[in-house]
């Protein structure tokens, strides 16, 4: 069994429902997932990388009818779609977890039976509200004008016997653990949402759903009549996934997960209903549940069902993977909302990522070429150049702004760099000094700091823009290997001089519409 500080680290994201194609909301959980996956990777962690569907439940069922398939063969042509997506994005997942999984449904029941076994689960009867796109119950209390408080849309109104979890017993319990954890709910501002919502008082959840009304569920162990909530369901993915009751050793190496990325509508069900869950069961609790804002298109939420979808697999196809992914992560802080404007893409494309970065290339490849026929000259020297120096501080900040889970810093320290070695070109004037025979060693050291501040960059942008960062390290002949041999000695390894370098075609060309626009170089 592993010991406590080889854990691996273990990330996850939601389970997407499959009642329609990803759009850019599911695909924005996923980057992120994946950015600080290779993040911990590229520290020399191992990780565990936990991605799936979620395909059970009302909205699933009626979906499926809809289309006149049967709930399993309809799944089953929409898990595809997921994963060729995460295939397109390359996203760098370990495992890829269905609720329809045997394996999944076992782990279920034995949870449920031990959740009878010390008695948190009870039956009665059940009156309320259900909101079958948000696939929840609301008391009358909760209804916001006779509608459904988050999606604003209709309910209906239920009266039925089902099973209980007993919530409300551990209500102190959870209280008291998330005032002593500042760390479990991130943001602060989502944490106090929570705390806020524990001041009152929680009530019970319903766990089942009688087959007269949902057949496509898990069904209940003790009674043939019910199948599981598919919250409940759901949820428990995060331990099925890793074997909580198959494989112990396993799981222990792996849990408590340390990352669960949600989106902010489903906090709730990861910061209340989850650990609850877990602590009845006698389970750790996960270090962290980290909540990020909406993907929103003329002021609402990007949704399936308001029909304002933004078509990740288009994007990447027009502006490059990595173009759509840095949006993502470089719009937005975690947490907050961002409104998505395809201008804005493009925006972010024409002037970070062609004129910053691509030109950053362009310039030291065609120079080198042209002054020292590709092979970067001996750095000694350059190492006392002010963008050394702040080349070598980006590891830190990078480093700095991930553990605090936000990727928008690290890039915006990134940039710094950047459009600071823009500027180092622009001062230095390396054509000016190889016009003058007396200069040589200056031209020397300005493009030996210029060929190794390139390759920082390359390798510090490694887990946000994974294609550039290794193609621009590939024309360069480094390979991330050499870059990253462990978490403290990055900056060390990377010997820039002597090697060859490939000037390559453009890393981001230009626009078809700003074709005619001038070159800057
Ligand atoms: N199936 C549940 C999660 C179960 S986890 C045990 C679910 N699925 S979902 O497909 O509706 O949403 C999955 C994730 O996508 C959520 O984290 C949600 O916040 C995120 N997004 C869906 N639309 C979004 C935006 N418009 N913007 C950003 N993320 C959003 O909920």
Request: hydrophobic content about 40%; charged content about 25%; proline content about 5%.
């Amino acid at each position: 069994m592993e010991s406590k500080s080889e854990k691996i680290i273990y990330l996850t994201t939601p389970l997407y429902y499959v009642n329609a194609k990803p759009h850019i909301g599911h695909a924005y959980t996923n980057v992120l997932c994946d950015t600080f996956t290779r993040y911990y990777r590229w520290t020399g962690k191992k990780v565990f990388f936990l991605t799936g569907t979620d395909e059970h439940g009302t909205k699933i069922e009626k979906t499926a009818r809809e289309s006149k398939e049967e709930p399993l063969a309809y799944v089953e042509r929409m898990v595809p779609l997921f994963k060729d997506l995460w295939r397109l994005l390359g996203i760098d997942y370990d495992y890829f977890i269905r609720t329809t999984d045997e394996v999944h449904k076992t782990e279920v029941a034995q949870i449920l039976r031990k959740l009878e076994e010390t008695g948190d689960i009870y039956k009665s009867e059940y009156k309320g509200w259900y909101c079958t796109p948000c696939e929840t119950f609301w008391t009358g209390l909760q209804l916001a004008e006779g509608r459904c408080p988050d999606c604003s849309r209709d309910v209906q109104e239920l009266s039925e016997n089902n099973y209980f979890f007993k919530l409300s017993k551990y209500q102190p319990w959870l209280l008291d653990y998330i005032q002593t954890h500042p760390e479990f709910i991130l943001p602060e501002i989502r944490r106090n949402e929570i705390l806020g919502f524990l001041r009152e008082p929680l009530e019970d959840l319903c766990i089942t759903r009688p087959k007269a009304r949902l057949q496509w569920g898990i069904e209940y162990p003790n009674s043939k009549d019910h199948v599981v909530y598919v919250w409940f369901d759901a949820l428990i993915n995060y331990v099925s996934a890793i074997g909580v009751s198959s494989d112990p050793e396993r799981f222990l190496s792996l849990w408590p997960a340390d990352l669960h990325l949600v989106g902010k509508d489903i906090l709730r069900q990861h910061a209340v209903y989850w650990p609850i869950m877990l602590k009845a069961c006698g389970l750790e609790m996960p270090k962290t549940v980290l909540a990020h804002g909406w993907w929103t298109l003329s002021g609402a939420k990007v949704s399936k069902s308001r029909g304002n979808i933004v078509d990740p697999v288009a994007l990447s196809r027009a502006y490059g993977v990595d173009a759509f992914r840095y949006f993502m992560l470089r719009e937005v802080k975690v947490g907050s909302d961002g409104a998505f404007s395809e201008d804005l893409l493009r925006q972010r494309y024409s002037s970070d990522l062609a004129n910053d970065l691509g030109n950053l290339w362009f310039r030291v490849a065609s120079m080198m070429d042209k002054y020292f026929a590709c092979a970067v000259p001996d750095s000694e020297g350059a190492g006392e150049e002010l963008l050394t120096r702040r080349t070598l501080e980006l590891w830190g900040k990078v480093n700095q702004a991930m553990l605090r889970h936000d990727p928008q810093a690290a890039l915006d320290a990134v940039w710094e760099v950047i459009t600071a070695a823009n500027q180092y070109v622009e001062e230095k004037k390396p054509c000016v000094l190889a016009k003058d025979a007396g200069r040589k060693a200056e031209l020397a050291r300005t493009m030996a700091a210029l060929a190794d501040c390139l390759a920082h960059l390359a390798a510090v942008l490694l887990p946000f823009l994974p294609d550039t960062a290794r193609k621009i390290l590939n024309r360069m002949n480094l390979s991330s290997r050499t870059v990253f041999p462990d978490a403290g000695s990055f900056a060390a390894v990377l010997a820039v001089s002597g090697t060859l370098l490939e000037r390559g075609d453009a890393l981001f060309p230009r626009l078809e519409d700003e074709k005619d626009e001038p070159e800057k170089n």
